[in-house]
């Protein structure tokens, strides 16, 4: 029987980072359900099964790495790390878009990922393997208007992605980046209605998509399976972006 592997998954007290630790443990990973609400990620974590939770501010590096070194601790391995945690913010022009709010936003969204993989990343290269999955945004290729923080962000973990994959293409570590479109969570009652109807209308299937749908993507960017994609962006966008 090979080995359990393990996951550490940002942000999946709910929304997509929830769907993303329930799909891994189903298919047989033991997942660290990391979030900065520990309470919410202790309920999820309960219900889905090999899995346990873990408090982490992705703002705080120091945290991250407390994080990663509790599940080394605990499960002396850590075989992916899923970039979840992120916000939207507020909807804004640039000309009247608050300092503290661009600074809250890149923060969280890009810091955040930045400080995860690089506490995550002496095992996976002490190991010689690991898979990092950073979920982006399709607004990180395309920008949203009154989003600028948000779409600023998110092009900056995908650049993140692709310039880490090509440092450590070859020792064992594929990292891969996912860029959805509108996501059916609660990160859309952050937004004002108009921005979330702008977004949609761009979706050629005329809906916005699932948790589930995006979990399915990550799993296989999570598996032994994915052997040959790396520093790839991933779209997962109802067919609103077909490059």
């Not at 998954?9 to 990973?29: C, F, N, P, Q, Y």
């Not at 945690?85 to 507020?90: C, E, F, L, Y």
């Not at 989003?147 to 692709?162: E, H, P, Q, R």
Request: charged content about 20%; hydrophobic content about 45%.
């Amino acid at each position: 029987m090979p080995e359990q592997r393990v996951a550490l998954v940002t942000g999946a007290a709910r929304g997509i980072g929830a769907a993303i630790a329930a799909r891994l443990a189903r298919d047989g990973a033991c997942v660290a359900v990391a979030d900065v609400d520990l309470a919410a990620a202790t309920e999820h974590a309960a219900h889905i099964g090999p899995a346990f939770a873990l408090h982490l501010d992705v703002t705080d590096p120091q945290s991250a790495r407390q994080a990663v070194d509790a599940v080394l601790d605990r499960e002396g391995r850590l075989d992916v790390l899923v970039n979840n945690a992120g916000i939207a913010g507020m909807s804004a022009p640039v000309a009247e878009y608050p300092l503290d709010e661009w600074r809250r936003i890149l923060s969280i969204d890009l810091d955040g990922v930045f400080y995860c993989c690089k506490a995550a990343l002496p095992h996976m290269l002490e190991r010689g393997s690991g898979r990092i999955v950073n979920i982006a945004s399709i607004s990180g290729k395309e920008g949203n208007p009154n989003m600028s923080a948000y779409s600023s962000a998110k092009a900056g973990v995908i650049g993140f992605t692709k310039s880490l994959a090509k440092e450590v293409a070859t020792r064992g570590i594929y990292v891969n980046c996912v860029t959805p479109a509108v996501i059916a969570t609660d990160i859309l009652n952050q937004l004002e209605q108009s921005a979330v109807d702008y977004m949609t209308s761009k979706i050629p299937m005329a809906r916005t998509g699932q948790p589930e749908e995006v979990a399915a993507l990550v799993s296989w960017l999570a598996s032994e399976e994915c052997t040959f994609s790396t520093g790839a962006v991933f779209d997962i966008s109802g067919g609103r972006a077909t490059y």
